[in-house]
């Protein structure tokens, strides 16, 4: 009877697994077609991000997560692993913190995106706002990968592209007037650095401390 039983349960748990694998197959495919589409085609794919629905939570755990794991990893694997010049267990904590930073950073700087709409003759509206900032920040994110290799590093200076991405994004999502829309760019990006500043600031005591 137990042998029968846990044989009918197999068919069920199989099924479910293939379900979570295709899944989890499709997610990846829609991540991989959307920074394709942002990174070649941000003109036409802006309107259409403009027109979805805004999901924080979808953006931060579909999109966000696994992007931003990028330069974490690749950060650690560089300086730890393959450069060896920074411990092992900093290196790792380093990692993990910078991993939950760009979540932070991420969603602050969506807040100072929305905030500064009527600043620019835009409309406030944070779902766009955080939208525009995830999708902003894929160059950051993917030219991570450099990392890993030291000599390489200087390359990060790709994501740069981002700031492009934002100002081209700031029209159709945050409705901003496009003789407006540069200076409203430039000004999100200097918040955007002064947090990253402080934030690096933050890291170096606390890792130097210990």
Do not use: H
């Not at 394709?36 to 939570?57: F, H, M, N, S, Y």
């Not at 969603?107 to 999708?135: E, M, R, S, W």
Request: glycine share 8%.
């Amino acid at each position: 009877m137990g042998k029968s039983s846990a044989t009918a349960v197999d068919p069920i748990r199989l099924l479910g697994d293939s379900k979570i694998s295709r899944y989890q197959g499709v997610a990846m495919e829609q991540l991989v077609e959307r920074v394709k589409a942002i990174l070649l085609t941000p003109q036409t794919e802006w309107p259409v991000i403009a027109r979805e629905p805004g999901d924080t939570g979808g953006l931060f755990t579909r999109y966000v997560a696994i992007l931003a794991l990028i330069p974490a990893l690749a950060g650690f694997i560089g300086t730890s692993l393959i450069g060896r010049y920074v411990p092992l267990f900093s290196g790792l904590m380093s990692a993990i913190v910078s991993y939950v930073m760009a979540f932070v950073v991420t969603f602050v700087v969506a807040l100072i995106v929305d905030a500064l709409a009527p600043t620019f003759g835009a409309q406030k509206n944070f779902p766009n706002a955080l939208k525009l900032t995830v999708y902003s920040y894929t160059p950051g994110w993917l030219a991570g990968i450099f990392l890993l290799i030291p000599g390489l590093s200087f390359l990060t200076i790709l994501g740069l592209y981002g700031l492009y991405l934002l100002w081209l994004g700031l029209p159709p999502l945050m409705q901003a007037p496009r003789d407006k829309a540069l200076p409203y760019a430039a000004t999100v990006v200097v918040c955007a650095v002064l947090i990253a500043i402080v934030i690096g600031a933050i890291q170096a005591v606390i890792f130097l401390s210990r």
